[in-house]
């Protein structure tokens, strides 16, 4: 599986970005797929995941209510809606890909993609 994320910016603080995934890969569509960001001097930290048939999402509780996490199987996209952004969610997002027992466990994920810088500024 290769990952391609995209729709990284500059925005103000409680604007929107959309973030986009493009996963390639016979076995995509059976993954689940999440969202981390790592900001600079921090750990990567997980935001938002969805199990394949995108019936089923997690989220940070820092990114509750302003982060919609899906996908699109037919083409093989993942979306991550982010809205009501905030400085501090500024960092460099990454999509990963695999069967994680623990959606937040970066570990667990064998398939990344190269990031995309989203940055909010006040």
């Known amino acids: 599986v290769q990952l391609q994320a995209s729709g990284g910016g500059l925005v103000q603080a409680g604007g929107s970005l959309r973030l986009s995934c493009a996963a390639f890969?016979?076995?995509?569509?059976?993954?689940?797929m999440s969202w981390f960001r790592q900001a600079p001097g921090e750990e990567r930290e997980f935001v938002a995941g969805v199990n394949w048939s995108g019936d089923s999402a997690y989220y940070a509780d820092s990114v509750k209510g302003r982060f919609t996490i899906s996908r699109d199987n037919a083409k093989n996209m993942v979306y991550l809606q982010m809205n009501s952004l905030k400085p501090e969610d500024t960092a460099v997002y990454y999509c990963?890909?695999?069967?994680?027992?623990?959606?937040?466990?970066?570990?667990?994920?064998?398939?990344w993609g190269q990031g995309t810088q989203v940055t909010v500024s006040s």
């Open positions: 890969g016979s076995t995509v569509s059976s993954n689940a």
């Open positions: 990963a890909a695999d069967l994680p027992s623990d959606y937040s466990d970066d570990g667990q994920y064998d398939y």
